[in-house]
């Protein structure tokens, strides 16, 4: 959405926040339905053993050939310090657009919500799916 910004952190000014606000309002690109090297991405990038910092992760599908590679990949990445604390909470919001089609031989939308529940579970985050695309 702002590549200038790759590979850092935005920041958090009010005038940052109105531009955010505008470009999702007008965004509609499709990408890779898989947030996985995203996730990858970001922990090799923003983790410091010094630091904790937080991801949040918001779609709609999960086309990845094994969920349990995922956990194990993350686990790998992201592993737990002496006090079984891991210094990168995972958070997730899925939506649900994808639920009705079976995209890739099944409910690509299921998976995800299922990806997502356990990535959080297990890195100290909370997964909210909504159910609903009407209020």
């Avoid at 996985?36 to 991405?41: A, L, Q």
């Avoid at 958070?91 to 994808?98: K, S, V």
């Avoid at 031989?105 to 159910?131: I, K």
Wanted: glycine share 8%; with cysteine; proline share 4%.
């Amino acid at each position: 959405m702002f590549s200038r910004y790759s590979g850092k952190w935005i920041p958090d000014t009010n005038a940052r926040r109105k531009a955010i606000l505008e470009r999702l309002r007008s965004w509609n690109v499709f990408s890779n339905p898989s947030p996985v090297e995203g996730i990858e991405v970001a922990i090799r990038t923003f983790w410091r053993a010094d630091r904790r910092i937080s991801l949040y992760v918001f779609g709609d599908e999960f086309t990845g050939d094994s969920i349990d590679r995922v956990l194990r990949t993350v686990d790998r990445l992201h592993r737990p310090d002496e006090t079984g604390e891991r210094k990168v909470r995972i958070h997730a919001i899925g939506f649900p657009t994808i639920f009705s089609q079976a995209r890739f031989g099944e409910n690509t939308g299921v998976r995800f919500a299922t990806l997502m529940r356990l990535l959080c579970e297990r890195n100290g985050g909370a997964f909210v799916a909504l159910n609903s695309l009407t209020p």
